[in-house]
């Protein structure tokens, strides 16, 4: 199969859960003997043609300049239009329909029949606080034309599954990301942010509202360990809320912003020498980053929702409020002796079944080759 993948920041990834479940589906298939290609923004830092077998296609994004709001529906419109008018693709997976839905209405993908578009619909996008009323109408709007002109839904989660059948009574792919299990953590990481092990709780995550990283910092700071344990949040903190937080919180020496780490061995292994780990998305469906803290085996406490409870079920603690934070943590020690040994073998088997690359890989493959037979 010819297959391509548009709508990401390019790979190998650089920078989120998108692109590195672009990298990994790509690469997998790539290594199967398919002819897989990803288009990359001419601005990415890779510019060779070819990444472990995958071919890259560099095209011009102005989103440097014009800002990703407005430079990525040129980055995506012309991605879709060269997939279309100068390959010969069977698959098009579209990794987001957010700024590709005028493309979507221009091509009237619904009616191509060769090659196939796939569209993942990703979370609720008209849902995230970070935007204003005017832009969350649009992004609903941008939701129903998606789902109008796609041909062939992705659902990432069993709830956005869910949803999107009984919204607009389309059927979708339940296809997942994935996160591989690792045994390489290495404590001596910690040193350089004066971190012990299990001595301090995390979050690794974007500082944007729906992630109710105020809400866990709230509800720390209001509990017992505020001053034992440290909390530690890795992510950007560039976007106006991550400014408003450090702004408000920088004083208080026991909750630390590290920023952006990059490195996966690292961030890996602190996640897995956490005391337990925060989780607070509340709008998207399968997060990577829940995965990959199930996979190093964190004791985690999510925010409680659908889309988290459908991933985590039973083996996990959650929370609604900064109340709620404050009770698990002031209770905390005597859970973790009761569950924590099975929450981590649970979640790290779930990881195993259900949500390891080579099982997607296998699925896209297949699901690939049926829609293809059906054609």
């Known amino acids: 199969m010819k297959i ?20 990994c589906i790509s690469v997998g298939l790539a290594a199967r003997g398919h002819e897989v290609t990803v288009y990359s923004p001419h601005y990415h830092p890779y510019k060779e043609d070819v990444y472990k077998g995958v071919r890259i296609k560099h095209i011009y994004s102005p989103e440097p300049w014009m800002g990703s709001s407005v430079g990525s529906f040129f980055y995506d419109f012309g991605s879709l239009r060269d997939a279309l008018k100068n390959e010969q693709f069977d698959i098009i997976y579209d990794a987001g329909y957010t700024s590709i839905v005028p493309a979507y209405i221009w091509f009237n993908i619904r009616k191509i029949k060769h090659p196939v578009v796939v569209t993942n619909m990703d979370g609720l996008e008209y849902k ?30 069993i709830g956005i599954q869910r949803y999107l059948k009984e919204k607009y009574g389309r059927d979708s792919k339940f296809l997942a990301y994935g996160a591989d299990i690792y045994e390489n953590y290495d404590a001596n990481f910690l040193k350089e942010f004066n971190l012990e092990p299990y001595q301090y709780y995390l979050m690794v995550i974007r500082a944007v509202p729906e992630n109710n990283i105020e809400m866990v910092i709230q509800g720390y700071l209001e509990s017992k360990q505020n001053s034992i ?35 996966f061995d690292k961030v890996n292994s602190m996640r897995h020498f956490s005391y337990a780990y925060f989780h607070g998305h509340s709008v998207g469906g399968t997060n990577p980053s829940l995965l990959e803290s199930m996979a190093a085996g964190c004791f985690i406490l999510a925010h409680h929702n659908e889309f ?18 404050s009770f698990l943590l002031n209770g905390l020690d005597d859970t973790l002796l009761k569950h924590k040994k099975v929450y981590v073998m ?30």
Do not use: M
């Open 4 to 23: 391509a993948f548009i709508s990401t920041r390019g790979i190998p990834n650089n920078y989120g859960g998108l692109e590195q479940f672009a990298e």
């Open 128 to 157: 995230r606080s970070k935007f204003n009323k005017l832009v969350q109408r649009f992004l609903l709007w941008e939701e129903k034309t998606a789902v109008k002109y796609s041909c062939h839904l992705i659902a990432d989660n």
């Open 346 to 375: 649970n979640n790290i088997e779930e990881i195993r079944t259900n949500y390891s690359w080579e099982k997607l890989i296998d699925e896209h493959e297949k699901w690939f080759a049926d829609l293809l037979a059906n054609v």
């Open 308 to 325: 988290n409870r459908t991933v985590l079920n039973n083996n996990a603690l959650y929370f609604s409020s900064a109340q709620d934070v």
């Open 229 to 263: 344990k440290p909390l530690i949040i890795v992510g950007k903190t560039n976007t106006p809320h991550g400014e408003y937080l450090t702004r408000k919180y920088a004083k208080d020496s026991f909750v630390r912003f590290l920023g952006g780490i990059y490195d």
